[in-house]
């Protein structure tokens, strides 16, 4: 008996569409890391990037449970001395709510070339509007 692997050509993408409303974030990134990852797939293979497309929309409206949204707090350091940079939940999700997701998901996948290749998959926008019509996505039930 021998494994079977899909090759690349083989492998179908869909586009799907996520509605971000009234949703807690760390179950929504979960559910969309493991659809970019393709583990939802039956054809899931650990080392071949078999998932699907993912477009978020509504990210302004995402919430977090208990008092998260006050003691969350986003870390970068630029690499230069006295470099390291605070944004709050809060600041962030006026400024940019988009980025809030982007960076759940992304913690979640694996950190490697793979892993950068499933993120492209991801599209996520502030409004209920997006580009992605002709890719005629469908949408995933809540």
């Known amino acids: ?22 949703q807690t974030l760390g179950r929504l ?7 970019l990852s393709g583990k939802d797939n039956p054809r899931y293979t650990p080392f071949i ?10 990210a302004e409206k995402i919430r977090l449970t208990g008092f998260k949204a006050n003691a969350k707090v986003y870390r970068h350091y630029t690499g ?9 939940f809060t600041k ?3 400024r940019k709510p988009e980025l809030i997701i982007q960076e759940a998901v992304q913690g979640m996948l694996p950190k490697s070339k ?5 993120a492209k998959k991801l599209k996520v ?8 019509e002709a890719q005629q996505p469908k949408a995933l039930g809540a």
Do not use: C
Request: proline content about 5%; aromatic content about 8%.
């Open 1 to 22: 008996m021998s494994t079977y692997f899909p090759k690349q050509g083989e492998i179908a993408r869909k586009w799907l569409v996520v509605d971000a409303s009234g």
């Open 92 to 94: 962030r999700m006026q």
């Open 29 to 35: 990134a979960t559910r969309v890391a493991n659809i």
């Open 125 to 132: 926008y502030k409004g209920d509007k997006h580009p992605h």
């Open 49 to 58: 990037d078999a998932g699907d497309h993912v477009i978020v929309i509504n």
């Open 114 to 118: 793979m892993g950068k290749a499933m």
């Open 80 to 88: 230069y001395p006295g470099g390291l940079r605070e944004e709050e």
